[in-house]
């Protein structure tokens, strides 16, 4: 079998070796950053550098920085912790915003992957004073990246506030919340190279949260709890790196040949949200007569780890929300696989996925259906 090749950064990010050596230093020391001895300022002060360093990948000044378990905490806080009259969220939300306001209303998409900003416009001058609206900036399938200060500038017009899903743009495009014009905006370390299990949500002054952990005055009483220090400093060494967006245009044009590529090879290809600006590192595909669950397990075998643009549980492939929600057909939803790339990403790991996945596709085309699902083992080069 080949060597392991890891081609879905969108789900997480190998951690980069200068995340993993500030991580282990600290975990060597106790790290509680509300004691006042020396060891607790030191922590403390470990914490502070890093908010200064993820407030200054976004524009933000730190005290609008507010550190979580996570993006789906961040998202959940927004959500539920910023009064609203009403909700609004964008159709091709991640599931953390979707799940977090299950009463909220649907702003539908367009066909390329986009937010139809008319649409929203419609619907919140029915009543859009007091809303929070929900757009995340890079959609974590297609890697569209959605017209967010477009959207501000109508939410803000209509009286309300813009919260953003920004985890999948950080190394990929420059995130400035000014330029943005955001009122909330979520991050997640491990999307970015550093570890999992921090977040944070930008919260622009003069938004107040409601906090949803109480018992402790951390982060500014907004967020109760003991820091996790080390993934925290992590962190902030992650989002030092992803401002410089060292890979961005490498992981662009090896993108860009992987799909001319993969489209030489099958003349059924497609690849969805093409028509949009996308980030570099992300590609949403497929071709008519290789499904999906095929494609993923050909792949695997081959030692090549990439991800299903459907979510995959329990043996099963559920449609995606995000490709039907573009109106993209039942049938190619359940074809689309999502290779993403990220910094450890080599052109040798392309071209093996090119040629094993073009493999799988003539292979795929020539049995049956269901030998092609009986004995996808033969997919072993």
Avoid at 96 to 102: D, F, G, K, N, Q
Avoid at 138 to 145: A, C, R, W
């Amino acid at each position: 079998m080949a060597s392991h090749i890891y081609l879905d950064y969108n789900a997480t990010q190998p951690i980069m070796p200068a995340v993993r050596d500030a991580m282990i230093e600290l975990m060597s020391q106790p790290t509680n950053a509300s004691s006042i001895h020396q060891p607790g300022q030191a922590a403390r002060h470990a914490v502070e550098q890093a908010r200064r360093s993820v407030a200054g990948l976004i524009g933000a000044r730190p005290d609008e920085i507010l550190f979580t378990s996570g993006a789906t905490e961040a998202n959940a806080t927004a959500l539920n912790g910023a009064s609203a009259g009403r909700i609004v969220v964008s159709a091709i939300e991640h599931p953390s915003v979707l799940e977090a306001a299950p009463r909220a209303r649907i702003a539908p998409v367009r066909p390329d992957g986009r937010i139809d900003l008319s649409a929203l416009d419609r619907e919140l001058a029915e009543d859009g004073e007091g809303a929070l609206v929900s757009v995340m900036l890079v959609n974590n399938e297609t890697g569209v990246i959605e017209p967010v200060a477009e959207a501000a500038r109508i939410v803000h017009r209509h009286g309300g506030r813009l919260h953003c899903d920004a985890t999948q743009a950080p190394g990929r495009i420059i995130v400035d919340v000014d330029a943005l014009n955001v009122d909330l905006l979520t991050l997640s370390a491990h999307k970015m190279g550093g570890p999992q299990g921090a977040g944070a949500l930008y919260a622009r002054t003069g938004v107040e949260l409601t906090p949803l952990l109480r018992g402790g005055g951390q982060e500014g009483r907004r967020r109760a709890g003991t820091e996790n220090v080390a993934a925290i400093a992590g962190f902030g060494v992650a989002a030092g790196l992803a401002a410089a967006m060292p890979d961005a245009a490498r992981l662009t044009a090896l993108r860009d040949r992987m799909e001319a590529r993969l489209a030489e090879n099958a003349p059924g290809f497609v690849v969805h949200g093409q028509r949009a600006e996308r980030v570099g590192n992300t590609s949403c595909f497929g071709a008519r007569g290789l499904s999906a669950e095929t494609a993923l397990i050909g792949l695997d075998l081959n030692g090549i780890a990439v991800s299903s643009g459907a979510a995959c549980s329990s043996g099963s492939v559920e449609p995606s929300r995000t490709l039907l929600a573009m109106g993209v057909p039942e049938g190619a939803v359940r074809e689309a696989i999502r290779v993403s790339l990220g910094w450890a990403t080599e052109p040798a790991d392309i071209d093996h996925l090119v040629e094993t996945w073009s493999m799988v596709y003539r292979r795929a085309l020539a049995a049956p259906s269901s030998r092609a699902q009986t004995d996808i083992r033969e997919f072993s080069a």
